[in-house]
């Protein structure tokens, strides 16, 4: 398909945005300027103006033109990646992140460790009207306990989804789960047993790392860059050397670096899975919150013999509290059907029926398109505040999707140390050891970036950026 006209020039501008061609602050050449050197129409540059509006490139003033608004001018480069360092070691990851975990409630207080979408970014009114209308249902058979794999409705929706992905799959391939984590446990029972071994990327969201210390598994990390994720020969390696039960990888926006893996890479990960005979549980959570013109693929998006698990939900898209995820656990579906059972029988059945409503009615693709832009403009925001207020040796990544940041703070700095004073300021951040089993990346930090944004968002970033300073300068 052709791209449109208005799409072409917002990718110029943009490109010339972020070469500093125009930089922040400055005047955009007027519409006329543009139709008269370029010869496209009033409307569709219009229409272009309008598209940068939505990615919080520019912003338009009364009577004054369009102005460049935020710009990360990539002068910071992105965070190391750790070494090549094979071991395998039982995951305990727990007693430290139930020491760190503090929310503050205060007014002031500002939360960049919370990953979970800010409840006024969602669509309240379309859900409470879902909510209604399934509440209405006068036969009450939402009363009753659903099917242990879940509504079939829903799952036939979420399997037309897979188109998105260039997926193939089917109703019956499903299991709807309390969440990905449930969905990622179930997926671990079924190809592991306590003691084996399953090999990670680091940095690894710390939840999954929880699973597998819940689980009694060992871990095995292999380096993954933030700009090209982990490298097939490194799992090949560590398959080849330690005796890996299964892999579990997140291919899309890695929380905490933002690392996507390429298509090539992912057709590589599911002909190794199916070549070895090595099952690949897959954590496809933020494949839909991506800031490009089209979402990624997955790993699963190239299995031919049910190698790869898939994985994902709707609790960091839609609506965190519901708790409703699924996964297309391939050859092991009888087993993660068997687990689901004796686990808790089955998922809530009316949350079922009013995400099946939300889904098939649009209304959570039209959410998707205003959620990402507010998440996009929110993330430019907060680079552009990181390049400017915190200490030079300061890396960051930018990643292209997903809700968060990850930062590699100068030496000196403690990411533990740094979260207990933040905390005196009313300010909270994830510190970067709890995104590695063996304790690394002591000076590492995650930022979040998908709360409503607010002045105080901007003051906490400031006064975040100022005491990184201090500790530096000490």
């Not at 003033?61 to 750790?82: A, N």
């Not at 708790?323 to 949350?351: D, E, I």
Request: aromatic share 8%; charged share 25%.
């Amino acid at each position: 398909m052709r791209e449109p006209v208005y799409i072409g020039l917002a990718k110029k501008i943009t490109a010339m945005i972020e070469k500093g061609i125009y930089k922040p602050g400055e005047k955009l050449p007027s519409l006329r300027n543009i139709h008269a050197e370029n010869g496209i129409s009033i409307g569709t540059i219009l229409q272009a103006f309008i598209h940068l509006e939505d990615k919080g490139l520019i912003s338009s003033r009364e009577r004054s033109g369009y102005f460049v608004r935020f710009s990360s001018r990539e002068q910071l480069p992105l965070p190391k990646t750790m070494p090549f360092a094979l071991s395998e070691r039982t995951v305990q990851i727990d007693a430290l992140l139930q020491k760190l975990r503090k929310e503050g409630t205060g007014r002031n207080f500002v939360s960049f460790a919370n990953a979970m979408p800010d409840h006024r970014l969602l669509p309240f009114n379309s859900i409470k009207r879902a909510i209604q209308q399934g509440s209405r249902d006068l036969s009450g058979s939402y009363l009753a306990v659903e099917d242990p794999s879940g509504n079939h409705r829903l799952k036939e929706a979420i399997a037309r989804r897979s188109f998105t992905w260039n997926g193939l799959l089917q109703a019956d391939d499903l299991v709807i789960t309390n969440g990905a984590i449930e969905a990622i446990n179930l997926c671990l029972k079924a190809v592991t047993e306590p003691g084996d071994t399953v090999l990670v990327q680091t940095p690894c969201y710390y939840g999954l790392l929880q699973s597998l210390e819940f689980l009694g598994l060992k871990a095995a990390a292999i380096p993954c860059d933030a700009g090209t994720s982990i490298s097939v020969e490194d799992m090949a390696t560590a398959c080849g050397q330690l005796n890996i039960k299964a892999c579990l990888l997140v291919s899309n926006f890695n929380n905490p670096n933002g690392a996507v893996l390429s298509s090539e890479k992912k057709r590589q990960i599911a002909r190794f899975a199916n070549e070895r005979k090595i099952p690949v549980i897959e954590d496809d959570i933020y494949g839909d919150i991506f800031f490009g013109e089209n979402r990624p693929d997955t790993i699963k998006t190239y299995d031919t013999n049910g190698w790869v698990l898939l994985c994902s939900s709707f609790s960091k898209s839609l609506f965190p509290g519901f708790r409703l995820g699924w996964c297309a656990p391939g050859r092991f579906l009888y087993q993660v059907q068997r687990h689901k059972s004796m686990a808790n029988l089955a998922t809530c059945n009316f949350t079922q029926k009013v995400l099946c409503e939300l889904l098939t009615g649009g209304v959570y693709d039209r959410h998707l398109q205003q959620f990402r832009n507010e998440l996009h403009r929110n993330l430019l925001r907060t680079l552009q505040l990181v390049e400017e207020h915190f200490p030079k040796g300061t890396r960051i990544t930018r990643p292209s999707g997903g809700l968060v940041i990850w930062v590699e703070l100068p030496r000196p700095i403690n990411s533990v140390r740094l979260q207990d004073a933040a905390l005196e300021e009313e300010i909270s951040i994830a510190p970067g050891e709890l995104f590695s089993a063996k304790g690394e990346y002591k000076n590492y930090i995650r930022i979040s970036y998908c709360q409503l944004w607010e002045k105080k968002n901007e003051k906490g970033l400031i006064k975040l950026g100022l005491l990184c300073q201090k500790i530096f300068l000490r």
